[in-house]
T-cell receptor
Framework: GAGVSQSPRYKVAKRGQDVALRCDPI?????LFWYQQALGQGPEFLTY????????KSGLPSDRFFAERPEGSVSTLKIQRTQQEDSAVYLC????????????FGPGTRLTVT | DQQVKQNSPSLSVQEGRISILNCDYT??????FLWYKKYPAEGPTFLIS?????DKNEDGRFTVFLNKSAKHLSLHIVPSQPGDSAVYFC??????????????FGKGTHLIIQP
């Protein structure tokens, strides 16, 4: 079956612009996660959804970051008033749900803020 | 403070030999550990995992060993093949339990398989 897909794959934004990054999880996966990966680092957790409920947003770096999953499937990560330090790869992962630890990742969106 | 540490940024191994990648963690609440493999411009791909109640898990050429008392795990790949050249990430889960939390990753080890 299809894996996790993300769009766009690459995004260039001018500082101060708003961006929206989309994630389509594996069909039937209850849990969805967003991560931020800076160059030379491992992915860092941003936020977690179980169905449409955002159960953990402790990793979001500022109130400029906002995520939603209104129908429990597709998710959007929005970054308002982008800053240069937001430049990173944003990864989305999904998993079957509670009791399932394995997360399956999409290819990521590389965001460059100029 | 890094809770998952991969102290070797890179490792070079001859084709056909054993590759051993190491990982240390500090949080005793972690109860599940995973290894991911990543090629450039792709997302991490799940490789193998181990629960904290086990000390070994094997899947084909890949074996993960867990030493809870030392808070250390390792991934063994034998025999190593050219397609194994990639960045390997160690990850841990368990602050909330049951897979209901984000994974904590190390910085990765770049494995290079020499022909």
């Amino acid at each position: 079956g299809a894996g996790v897909s993300q769009s766009p794959r690459y995004k260039v934004a001018k500082r101060g612009q708003d961006v929206a990054l989309r994630c389509d999880p594996i069909s039937g996966h209850v849990s969805l996660f967003w991560y931020q990966q800076a160059l030379g680092q491992g992915p860092e957790f941003l936020t977690y959804f179980q169905n449409e409920a955002q159960l953990d947003k402790s990793g979001l770096p500022s109130d400029r970051f906002f995520a939603e999953r209104p129908e429990g499937s597709v998710s959007t990560l929005k970054i308002q008033r982008t800053q240069q330090e937001d430049s990173a790869v944003y990864l989305c992962a999904s998993s079957l749900g509670l009791g399932s630890y394995e997360q399956y990742f999409g290819p990521g969106t590389r965001l460059t803020v100029t | 403070d890094q809770q998952v540490k991969q102290n070797s940024p890179s490792l070079s191994v001859q084709e056909g030999r054993i590759s051993i990648l190491n990982c240390d963690y500090t949080n005793s609440m972690f109860d599940y550990f995973l290894w991911y493999k990543k090629y450039p411009a792709e997302g991490p791909t799940f490789l193998i995992s181990i629960s904290s109640i086990k000390d070994k898990n094997e899947d084909g050429r890949f074996t993960v060993f867990l030493n809870k008392s030392a808070k250390h795990l390792s991934l063994h790949i034998v025999p190593s093949q050219p397609g194994d050249s990639a960045v390997y990430f160690c990850a841990a889960s368990g602050d909330s339990g049951g897979g209901a939390d984000g994974l904590t990753f190390g910085k990765g080890t770049h494995l290079i398989i020499q022909p």
